[in-house]
């Protein structure tokens, strides 16, 4: 579908960011004039100096972001326009300028007395940078001299190509077969896809499944260059920086304590016989002698798949996050009336669906609706995402508004976990009943358990690349299948296709990123769980939790919302989950 086809009401208001591209290159020209922090140099020895420069640096961000919103917004809505390919260009060729010039200040920061720093953080004056300054001590060991940082930022433009060359392959240029739907041939989409393997016919599951794969074994040797680009990107800045490991690096760049992360791999790795359990009962359900993984995807109860269109959907959103009470709802509505939201797929646009939110702007949420239980829940996920940040904005000061993406799971997740808990206990048709408790171990299948699987997937690889042995092709596919025989077990083919798909996560240039879903799900289980036993207790707590931004670390800010992640039982209680959820499916059957 061309965009211009799409009714005003189902396109995200990107007025409300700026009225037309002539006001975007006017707010542009005034950054690139603004540009003069030289004058601050030298002067970060005292608070009055500090409070200087960090207000000056915040006033130009601020507006920098506001500009790249636009562009990123307007690139997305069809990645093939080249005029915004190169506003996203400039903007991030800014960024890259404004880190140049700014980059004295960390080391300037770290170059003092920790007596120093720690009257700094006990100023009332600098209340509002107290957090970063304590994260800035903590990083004394790992920071550079002024002139090694400033080549390092540098860097940053160059080295983000491995992740803007999978963009465009994925989004653009990866040539994907045509296939018959619906009785007539289009062109296969990530969104076509996903609606082909989730349907019940298994020969087109089949078709959808070996023609999407064939586009990307015709690149795949492309795809393993790129990916081993972005790991060795990951392995510079670890070297640089003085990390044992680039998963140590992030994990102290997010202020998570491994214990997390190993707690995670640990719980779930114990629990690996649950989905082997889960995936046989599946391939005896559906009757097969050899089961695919193109057959892990469709429901096990046929004919009751949520079939909604767009506005039942959100009126069904509205319903099942009512817990959360009026004011969350009444956010949920202004999203909706207000457009935040781009809803429909249309030719070029950025496939998938995210939020985006920055100080000073209401959220935006892209979405590619399709009539599916799937994209239901992706309304309550996504505008999850988009009510913490407005939360956060709206209760922070700028630096401390944007909260961790340890934590950027969470309030999504949350959304889902009430809304799936809603179904289930309104609904009294036993056979809707079986076909939610289905779809609930399917989300915990894809957000706890296939994405650990990935995050094993990444630390390997970038082990791998630490030690010296370069990645291709046939290494990392060895690789991937041998965990999805770990995580999927022996009731499944592993394929050839299968073991290629690692060469299309999206995520995996955003290195480290995808443990954070698994620790998100397990957070929002516990904390949706608080929120239905305790009711406005739990939601004020987790209302401070949404407020909380970047105030603190990110564990502590889940412990006030109830979710301790230091401690075992609650990813065990995640797993209860899943094991009791299989146990009522199956005395359902």
């Not at 960011?17 to 020895?45: M, N, P, Q």
């Not at 996504?382 to 407005?390: C, D």
């Not at 179904?423 to 289905?438: G, H, I, M, P, V």
Request: contains cysteine; glycine residues 6%.
């Amino acid at each position: 579908m061309e965009r211009k086809n799409v009714q005003e009401q189902y396109k995200w208001k990107v007025s409300d960011v700026f009225e037309s591209d002539e006001k975007w290159e006017e707010a542009f020209a005034s950054l690139e004039s603004r540009v003069d922090f030289a004058k601050y140099k030298g002067t970060l020895g005292t608070a009055e100096g500090v409070l200087a420069f960090f207000g000056a640096q915040e006033a130009l961000v601020v507006d920098a972001m506001r500009v790249y919103l636009y562009a990123f917004m307007k690139h997305d809505e069809d990645v093939r326009e080249t005029k915004y390919n190169s506003y996203l260009a400039r903007v991030m060729s800014f960024f890259t300028r404004l880190d140049e010039e700014t980059s004295f200040s960390t080391p300037e920061l770290t170059a003092l007395p920790d007596e120093t720093l720690d009257r700094f953080i006990a100023d009332p004056r600098l209340k509002d940078y107290d957090y970063m300054l304590t994260r800035i001590k903590a990083q004394k060991a790992h920071i550079l001299s002024e002139k090694e940082e400033r080549i390092l930022a540098q860097t940053g433009e160059a080295l983000s190509t491995a992740g803007d060359v999978f963009e465009m392959l994925d989004n653009a240029e990866l040539n994907l077969p045509e296939i018959e739907f619906e009785g007539e041939k289009v062109r296969l989409s990530h969104g076509l896809y996903s609606v082909l393997v989730n349907g019940k016919d298994r020969a087109k599951r089949k078709e959808a499944y070996e023609l999407y794969y064939s586009a990307y074994h015709k690149i795949i040797n492309t795809l393993a260059t790129t990916y081993f680009g972005n790991v060795k990107k990951d392995i510079f800045y670890q070297k640089a920086k003085g990390y044992n490991s680039c998963l140590e690096m992030a994990l102290f760049e997010e202020d998570v304590d491994r214990s997390v992360y190993d707690n995670l791999v640990k719980a779930v790795g114990d629990h690996v016989p649950l989905m082997h359990r889960y995936i046989a009962l599946r391939k005896k359900l559906m009757g097969l002698d050899k089961m695919y993984m193109y057959d892990v995807y469709p429901s096990l109860v046929e004919d009751a798949e949520l079939k909604l269109t767009y506005e039942e959907a959100y009126e069904l959103v509205l319903k099942g996050l009512a817990p959360l009470g009026e004011e969350y709802n009444a956010l949920l509505r202004r999203g909706r009336d207000e457009r935040w939201i781009d809803v429909y797929e249309t030719d070029g646009k950025r496939s998938g669906a995210y939020s985006i939110g920055i100080f000073g702007n209401h959220p935006f949420v892209l979405l590619n609706y399709q009539k599916t239980t799937h994209d239901v829940f992706t309304i309550a996920h996504e505008m999850g995402h988009s009510i913490h940040s407005y939360f956060s904005n709206a209760n922070q000061p700028f630096v401390k508004s944007d909260y961790k993406i340890f934590v950027a799971e969470v309030a999504s997740t949350v959304n889902e976990v009430l809304l799936l808990k809603y179904l289930l206990k309104t609904t009294e048709d036993a056979r809707l009943k079986k076909y939610l408790l289905n779809y609930f171990m399917d989300m915990i299948r894809t957000t706890l358990f296939r994405q650990t699987q990935f995050a094993e997937f990444e630390e390997r690889a970038h082990e791998m690349a630490e030690s010296g042995e370069p990645l291709n092709k046939d290494n990392l596919s060895a690789l991937y299948k041998s965990l999805n025989e770990k995580y999927y077990g022996e009731a499944v083919v592993h394929d050839d296709n299968i073991a290629i798909e690692w060469a299309r996560i999206p995520h995996f240039y955003r290195s480290f990123y995808v443990y954070k879903y698994s620790t998100g799900i397990t957070a929002a289980i516990c904390i949706a769980n608080k929120i239905l036993k305790e009711g406005k207790p739990a939601v004020e707590n987790y209302f401070k939790f949404l407020s909380g931004g970047c105030s603190t670390d990110p564990v502590s800010l889940l412990k006030i919302a109830g979710a301790d992640l230091t401690k075992e039982e609650t990813f065990l209680a995640a797993m209860d989950e899943f094991g009791q959820a299989l146990d009522e499916f199956e005395g359902l059957e």
